[in-house]
């Protein structure tokens, strides 16, 4: 925690030489996406207000549906920060010319799973016959990044498929109700009520076959991270003291689970498989040259690039940067 009140004085010291109403800026508040459904060890630092604290500012948490929707905030104005934004709503939205920065990885996790009604007969076995089906897909989420890739591995043709844009708690009733076949979900409720109902297309071996996964990012505006760079760095620190100091202990997954909205049995079950990287990891495998963040964020390019939308190849690095990771 030393080193984060060093980062405050920083930002106050370049403030105070930048100009007054530099100063007045970076003392007023910061304004944070987040999304319900998605346990991180950071709310321990989010509910006891330890984000504030070593900011020296109010900092505002707003849930969100969807990564979409955090995009969305951030180009109103309403938003600074998106914690755990999904990378594929991230490169669509640079795609499209939005002026905001990948900053750090929130976490890496299993891909999002899409649910099969149950009773179709259908599996990773016969998958084509979802040709002509209906399926749920919150678009341009991480969950329709999976979708595309599955159908990639198994060989069918999206083109015959109805797509429905439908946020995850949406597809999981739609799903339950016969109104979809085959719902793309991610969130802890919804995936647990999608799957009371479906089954996935793919194991979770056969996605580690086929390499397929997924992780989310810390992004934020560039005028945010042009005029506060104390106060990102500051944010960064914070949430990877609470990564560091996460034991999931049942006090730890309790508190977390109440900010989640979820059960602590839930919380346990989505949190298995999550991995945050620390700084120091993430600048030497994600942001360095060649970094795995500026692959995936190609790949993902490619696979959502659309006619008069960004070269990624040669445009995407300049957005993705570890510069304020410590």
């Given at each position: 925690m030393r080193n984060l009140k060093k980062n405050v004085i920083s930002a106050g010291v370049a403030a105070v030489m930048m100009g007054g109403a530099t100063v007045a800026q970076a003392a007023d508040s910061v304004n944070v996406a987040f999304f319900l459904e998605w346990a991180t060890p950071n709310q321990i630092a989010k509910v006891d207000k330890t984000y504030d604290d070593a900011m020296g500012v109010d900092v505002k948490w707003t849930n969100f549906s969807t990564g979409v929707q955090m995009t969305e905030a951030m180009l109103a104005g309403d938003?600074?920060?998106?914690?755990?934004?999904?990378?594929?709503?991230?490169?669509?939205?640079?795609?499209?010319?939005?002026?905001?920065?990948?900053?750090?990885?929130?976490?890496?996790y299993e891909a999002n799973d899409c649910f099969v009604k149950n009773g179709l007969g259908i599996n990773s076995s016969n998958a084509s016959e979802l040709e002509g089906k209906t399926v749920a897909v919150p678009l341009n989420t991480m969950a329709d990044f999976a979708f595309r890739k599955y159908m990639q591995t198994l060989n069918v043709d999206i083109s015959t498929m109805k797509i429905v844009d439908q946020a995850p708690?949406?597809?999981?009733?739609?799903?339950?109700?016969?109104?979809?076949?085959?719902?793309?979900?991610?969130?802890?409720?919804?995936?647990?009520?999608?799957?009371?109902?479906?089954?996935?297309?793919?194991?979770?071996?056969?996605?580690?076959?086929?390499?397929?996964?997924?992780?989310?990012?810390?992004?934020?505006t560039e005028k945010f991270a042009t005029e506060n760079p104390g106060l990102l760095r500051t944010f960064l620190e914070v949430t990877h003291?609470?990564?560091?100091?996460?034991?999931?202990?049942?006090?730890?997954?309790?508190?977390?689970?109440?900010?989640?909205?979820?059960?602590?049995?839930?919380?346990?079950?989505?949190?298995?498989?999550?991995?945050?990287?620390?700084?120091?990891?993430?600048?030497?495998?994600?942001?360095?040259?060649n970094g795995v963040a500026v692959a995936a964020a190609e790949s993902?390019?490619?696979?959502?690039?659309?006619?008069?939308?960004?070269?990624?190849?040669?445009?995407?690095?300049?957005?993705?940067?570890?510069?304020?990771?410590?």
């Open positions: 938003i600074d920060i998106a914690y755990s934004q999904g990378l594929a709503p991230f490169v669509t939205a640079i795609q499209q010319g939005a002026p905001i920065k990948m900053v750090s990885i929130a976490v890496i708690a949406d597809g999981a009733v739609s799903l339950a109700e016969g109104s979809v076949d085959m719902a793309c979900i991610f969130g802890g409720d919804s995936a647990k009520k999608a799957g009371e109902v479906g089954t996935p297309i793919m194991s979770s071996q056969q996605k580690r076959d086929a390499g397929i996964g997924s992780f989310d990012v810390v992004s934020v003291e609470a990564n560091a100091n996460w034991t999931a202990s049942d006090a730890q997954v309790s508190k977390v689970a109440a900010d989640a909205g979820m059960s602590v049995s839930t919380t346990k079950n989505q949190m298995a498989g999550f991995i945050f990287p620390t700084a120091a990891e993430q600048k030497e495998q994600f942001f360095g040259p993902l390019g490619l696979v959502f690039k659309k006619p008069g939308a960004w070269n990624v190849d040669q445009k995407i690095a300049k957005v993705i940067t570890g510069e304020y990771l410590n």
